[in-house]
């Protein structure tokens, strides 16, 4: 089902030093193209209520977004948690825009949504993130 998304993404490559911004602008390409992003709103509208729609979600986001994207260089994303932290990122962005349609995110031109999400993004894979204890 997602074999076109795939395809689009084989070629991909990241650098760490703008990783956010190209992930971002990634996804919300895959999102905005109608071959790509009619198959990834099914699944994601399903994800919730339908158990192989939540495991195609989580192999998409862990394993094209994160693995085949990020993964390339292991010096961009470096654990599991990191990982995690972009893909709930990318999730929520996709369900407020696509799905919930709020505004004015559903609105916005995906380049303003790079310029201000992509660093958030940047910050998950390359931001200091130790809690403080106390």
């Known amino acids: 089902m997602l ?3 795939e395809a689009e993404m084989a070629s ?3 650098e760490s030093d703008n990783a956010g911004e190209q992930v971002v ?3 919300l390409q895959l999102w905005e193209n109608p071959t790509t992003g009619r198959p990834l709103l099914g699944v994601l509208r399903s994800a919730v209520s339908h ?3 939540g495991q195609l979600l989580r192999e998409f986001v862990s394993g094209e977004i994160l693995g085949r994207v990020l993964g390339k260089s292991p010096q961009i994303i470096d654990d599991d948690t990191r990982a995690a932290l ?3 990122q990318l999730v929520g962005l996709a369900m407020l825009r696509y799905i919930v349609q709020v505004e004015p995110l559903c609105q916005l031109p ?3 949504i790079v310029r201000r999400v992509g660093p958030v993004v940047q910050y998950y894979v390359t931001g200091q993130l130790t809690a403080e204890s106390g």
Do not use: H, K, W
Request: charged share 40%.
């Open 110 to 112: 995906p380049e303003e």
């Open 12 to 14: 991909t490559e990241v």
């Open 25 to 27: 602008r990634l996804f």
């Open 3 to 5: 074999d076109v998304v």
């Open 86 to 88: 972009v893909g709930s």
């Open 51 to 53: 158990e192989e729609s």
